[in-house]
């Protein structure tokens, strides 16, 4: 049965036995820029969302070398060992020259792309603002319908993907590296400010002191932040991604913040706010592609263009027209 053949009940109705290939075609479905497939997914998703909300969802993102593709197959496979189910949602970066997606983690997580009771699934951006605007909230809505009760949410690449993703999740994890002085010149101050932990990662390869040395100048950062939460002190640990080596105790960490932070009513008012982003995301977007694709101001932007080109039009100006042509007074 192709897609434009199934129903919502099709949809739910595979999504809810938790089948592997249902729950790829609702993705595919929620993620569809068609208009032909938005009602049908937003119909699909009215049926699931009171079956989702049950999930930890966990952000992770990290300087570049810092191993998140193996450190996520080391986790995900400790917690489907406990008996989780985890669904692994990789943002990549579209192409700004094709448009196209590297979409390389199921080559890069091969064990745990193969468990039984973990799911990738790689998305692209589509080069919208953060990478991850648009679908990766409703894809977090079908995987938590499906039983998945950890939802991972890697970002891939640099810039506000991690700001977006911290802003759909209970918890954010920054991975880092030993050489603090490095690494923190090398990631903004404010993604930093979004962690609810920060772990070093690959302490096999350090020694002891150094490992001590790391987490003792990332301490000395956090404690110079705001802290997200009045009730949570942001811990940082080491790990492994390699051996697993202090996985354990990273997790209790998250299932930790998890508890103190439910016992507040600060998550249950994170994901309230979190929605109302949400909302405001999708009308953004929505009026962008409507601009877009207005045909008036199809016929006028070659010409706007050409002007911001030559410099015979200022951007403002060019900008105020497209407005005006699609209705919007720009005073």
Request: with cysteine; charged share 25%.
């Amino acid at each position: 049965m192709t897609r434009a053949e199934l129903t919502v009940e099709d949809y739910v109705t595979g999504v809810r036995s938790g089948d592997r290939a249902a729950l790829g075609q609702a993705i595919t479905l929620v993620e569809s820029r068609a208009r032909r497939h938005r009602d049908l997914a937003q119909a699909m998703l009215l049926e699931l969302l009171p079956l989702s909300g049950k999930a930890h969802r966990v952000g992770i993102t990290g300087v570049p070398g810092v191993g998140k593709s193996t450190f996520i197959e080391s986790l995900g496979r400790m917690l489907t060992a406990k008996g989780h189910k985890v669904a692994v949602l990789a943002v990549d970066p579209s192409s700004t020259r094709s448009g196209g997606s590297i979409l390389g983690d199921k080559t890069r997580m091969e064990a745990l792309a193969t468990d039984p009771n973990a799911f990738i699934r790689p998305s692209p951006s589509g080069g919208r603002l953060g990478g991850v605007n648009r679908a990766t909230r409703e894809t977090m809505v079908v995987c938590e319908a499906a039983g998945f009760d950890v939802i991972l949410v890697e970002t891939v690449g640099a810039g506000q993907n991690e700001t977006v993703v911290a802003d759909m999740v209970d918890f954010f994890l920054v991975l880092m590296l030993a050489g603090a002085g490095d690494e923190l010149q090398g990631i903004k101050k404010g993604v930093l400010e979004l962690a609810d932990l920060i772990a070093v990662n690959k302490v096999d390869s350090l020694g002891v002191q150094a490992a001590h040395q790391a987490v003792h100048q990332y301490k000395n950062a956090v404690h110079i932040l705001q802290p997200p939460s009045p009730n949570w002190m942001v811990p940082v640990v080491t790990c492994s991604g390699l051996s697993g080596k202090g996985l354990d105790t990273l997790w209790q960490k998250v299932e930790e913040h998890w508890s103190t932070l439910s016992a507040t009513g600060e998550i249950a008012e994170k994901r309230r706010r979190q929605r109302v982003n949400w909302m405001w995301s999708m009308v953004e977007d929505r009026v962008l592609d409507a601009v877009r694709d207005h045909p008036e101001v199809k016929g006028r932007l070659p010409d706007l263009l050409k002007g911001v080109d030559d410099g015979s039009l200022t951007v403002t100006l060019a900008a105020t027209e497209i407005l005006e042509t699609f209705g919007v007074s720009a005073e």
